[in-house]
């Protein structure tokens, strides 16, 4: 058995929800559906494997890349968040420890990626530094013009608590992760790294503070300038 054959049964093997033990614990009001998906995407989260890592990807998650055990130590339950809004998963401070999953995490096809990046935005969240978004910019575009939209819901941006002012805050750990993913995993399908690129740019997009958003560049190896700043000034 060759190396990459033993690969692609140990990331099968892990992504088989029975096959993955995890801590964490599920309300009894979460179906067997959602609870099934969600424990699968946690078993692919497990099975990434980086061959290397950026700074802020070490400083942030360590440099094990040990994704699952960061988000464990800062999140042990999942409950069913009964909410009308868009969003597929919440942290509520009230609630120390637990993120709400809505139904939305299997109502849309959403990427594997996107999904367990969710958790570690959230996860974010818990951590007292992080717990708010900022307001973006208004007026808030794009280098050729056009307004920043939510790639989702297609709303504009400028104006709303949607971003983070920095490089390490909720969306922009979730750019770490993505742009790790792009550039270091060694067992991650094509297709994994396509959606993580695609995500990487939305990610990016929230991070709106000048000088942040370019540290996040910078620690991504990433050189489009996809935001217009000439209102801002480092």
């Not at 993955?20 to 699968?40: A, R, Y």
Request: aromatic letters at 12%; glycine letters at 4%.
């Amino acid at each position: 058995m060759n190396i990459l054959t033993l690969s692609v049964l140990l990331l099968t093997a892990l992504a088989s929800p029975s096959a993955f033990s995890q801590g964490f614990q599920f309300d009894s009001d979460i179906s067997e559906d959602l609870k099934t998906q969600v424990n699968s995407d946690l078993a692919s989260l497990k099975a990434i494997h980086l061959v290397n890592s950026s700074v802020l990807n070490d400083s942030v998650f360590g440099k094990n890349h040990d994704y699952t055990t960061w988000l464990l130590d800062r999140v042990q339950k999942f409950g069913f968040g009964k909410s009308d809004r868009t969003a597929v998963a919440y942290f509520q401070s009230i609630s120390a420890g637990k993120i709400w999953v809505t139904k939305n995490y299997i109502k849309y096809p959403l990427p594997m990626i996107y999904r367990v990046s969710t958790f570690l935005h959230e996860a974010r969240h818990t951590e007292d530094e992080f717990n708010y978004h900022a307001d973006c910019p208004k007026p808030y575009k794009l280098s050729n013009g056009e307004p920043v939209l939510s790639y989702y819901s297609k709303r504009p941006l400028a104006g709303d608590d949607a971003c983070d002012d920095s490089a390490v805050g909720a969306y922009g750990i979730e750019g770490i992760f993505y742009r790790n993913i792009v550039r270091y995993c060694d067992n991650c399908t094509d297709k994994v790294k396509a959606d993580a690129e695609i995500q990487f740019e939305e990610s990016l997009k929230r991070v709106s503070n000048k000088a942040e958003h370019h540290r996040l560049m910078d620690d991504s190896d990433f050189h489009d300038e996809l935001i217009d700043f000439s209102d801002q000034s480092f």
